[in-house]
């Protein structure tokens, strides 16, 4: 699932706690995800002749938004948040904050390092999310 982006709220977490944390979550992801890409393709090719892989990673993308709101919002535990343009689900059982990332038809993200990603990768403190927590990216 590279379109997934995971970060922990604790610092001592490892990678396989998290994912073994998550996995009631990856079906959920993983059919978030698949919506978007299944969505695009349905665009009648007279309107996808037109976009090149940036308006296809947008449009693929605002329906995997479409989808994570229909599908985890109400979820118990998780926590929408939008930060800085971010959608944000802060998955409270597991101490894990998730971001669904552009990807292309491929399904690939890309990793074009921003000052807002390198932020949130250096574990900077989100607004929203309480203080004091520590945050890794894995």
Known sequence: MDGL???????ETDIETIMGALTPYLP???GILRHGHTTYETYPANIVVDHDASAQAHCTNRHV???????LDDLPGVNHREVRG???????????????KKTDEDGV???????????F??????????????????
Do not use: C, M
């Open 86 to 100: 971010q959608n944000l689900w802060q998955i409270d059982p597991v101490n894990v904050i998730v971001r669904f």
């Open 65 to 71: 938004l479409a989808e994570a709101h229909r599908l």
């Open 28 to 30: 959920l992801f993983d």
């Open 5 to 11: 982006h995971l970060r922990s709220t604790t610092l």
């Open 121 to 138: 990768d250096r574990g900077a403190q989100i607004p929203g999310i309480p203080a004091g927590k520590k945050k890794k990216t894995k």
């Open 109 to 119: 993200s890309s990793n074009y390092q921003t000052r807002q990603a390198r932020a």
